[in-house]
């Protein structure tokens, strides 16, 4: 792994104090907290635990967890599998990696779900 700086890093990094940006290349935080303003992200927003968007779509959709981890290839299955990969994704901050873990599957076909997922949120949100 690449080093992310001096002593005044690692320092922080002990103290909780989380940093969304690497100073040597985006500059002081004034840019970062800007973007995110104008973003929406203030930092503060709630993410989605994965126990929620599992709530999310088991009353949106009526299928479970055991359902949406398994292999089927049932169109409703399916939407709610994308359903769920789109809220854990882009709402919870879960990354594709860990996604393609629990749910066996390429990195690929989670894209293709979190796309599918985010037509099918817009549509019942």
Not at 79 to 93: I, N
């Amino acid at each position: 792994k690449r080093s992310r700086g001096g002593t005044w890093v690692r320092d922080a990094l002990k103290d909780g104090e989380k940093e969304s940006w690497d100073e040597r290349i985006l500059g002081d935080g004034d840019f970062v907290d800007s973007v995110h303003r104008m973003e929406g992200r203030d930092g503060g927003e709630a993410r989605m635990s994965l126990s929620e968007a599992v709530k999310f779509v088991n009353r949106k959709t009526e299928v479970g967890l055991e359902a949406i981890r398994s292999r089927s290839r049932v169109r409703a299955v399916v939407k709610a599998r994308g359903l769920y990969c789109y809220l854990a994704k882009e709402k919870g901050g879960i990354s594709s990696a860990q996604l393609m873990k629990e749910l066996s599957l390429s990195s690929g076909a989670i894209s293709h779900l979190v796309s599918l997922g985010s037509r099918v949120y817009s549509q019942i949100k």
